[in-house]
Each structure stands twice: as C-alpha cells, then as structure tokens.
C-alpha cells in the first residue's frame, strides 16, 4: 500500500519564488503541493478549503501578514502546521512564532535547501528553525547555565519546549492542565534566572544543542 503524500499550500507573494519551492516540494515523492496563494485573504481561503497538511507562508504579505493569516488559520484548523517562510531573522519574530504556535520558521536565503528538512521535521511534531536563525539565537544566550535543581518533570518541559510544543502540547502529552504547565514554566525561569518565553526557548535550544554535541 502507497504510503499517503504529505499535502502542502504555498503561500507567496513573489510567484517566482512560489512557482520555485512547488516545482522543489514536488520532486519529492512524500510530497504534495495541492493548492498555492498570493495574500494572507486568498491563504485563508485556500487552506480552509483544501485542508493542507502543512501551509508555507511568508510573513509580509498584502492584505492579511503572515501573523494574522496564521492567527485565523490555526484558531480554526489547530492540525495545520504552519511553517513561516521570511527574510527576517529579527529575535522578537521568534518570541511571536514561539507563541503563536508555528512549527517552523525558514529564511528565503536558504529555503531551497531548508524547506525539505523543515517539512519532514514539522511533519513529524518537532520544531524547524532555519540553521543561521538558530546559530544566531544560541550566539545571544546568556553563559551557560547550571540546571541541576531543575525537577525531572522540569527537565521534560524543557525537551518539549525545545520541539517547539506549546503550552496545550505539553499538558496533553504529560496529562496535566495548562495551568500547572504555567507554573512549571515559572519556575523553570526562576532557577535558570531568565526571564519570558522567548529566553527560555533560547535555553532549550542551547540544551539540546550541546545534548546533541
């Protein structure tokens, strides 16, 4: 039995850059590009009809950015994985992607090679950042932290987080509520001494960087 195709939606503006990553993601045999949009309305659209697997979305965009477009999609489609394809490698964008629920973010200056590695990771739950985002989030960490009075239940959020997972993610995979995962996270920052979602992703980051090292 034919194992089933991976389906995508691009979303771009540029239509030579769109036309580009369908023809790249097409060659693959696991993949499929079932529909393609212009704007963050007609992404809305298409996806909402087509039901992706995954969406490919650039971030500026007419009419809707990719923020807002994913905002919507995700609120009504939660399955769709949402990978943001951009030039910008800005922090703060990361912070927004991290709360928001996006499963990757790969940069238009590499995405020829990127985006097959970031669909099959997103396909499989984890978390795609583009190396050169990465390297430049592990390069702004604060020195190496000690976690030894970090909880085993601690030390898991950390791995999950460092996967992309959000909050609703790690509770449903350790069967505790939302809150409690909160309160984990509070503390998680209190031993480490950071401060705000954005910096304790950086530190799982780090982590599993030097776990995989």
Known sequence: MENKKIRIVVVDDHALLRSGLIELINKQSHLEVIGEASDGNDAIEKISKLKPDIAIMDIQMP???????AQIILKTFPTIKVIFLTMYKEE??????????????????????????????VSRDEFYLSPQVSHLLLSTTTPKQTYQELTATENQIIGLISKGKSSQEIADELFISIKTVGNHRGNICKKLGITGNSALLKFALKRSNEEIA
């Open 63 to 69: 009419k809707k950015d990719g923020f807002e477009a």
């Open 92 to 121: 703060k964008l990361i912070k927004k992607v991290f709360e928001l629920g996006i499963k990757g973010y790969i940069l238009k200056e590499s995405a020829i090679i990127d985006v097959i590695n970031c669909i099959d990771a």
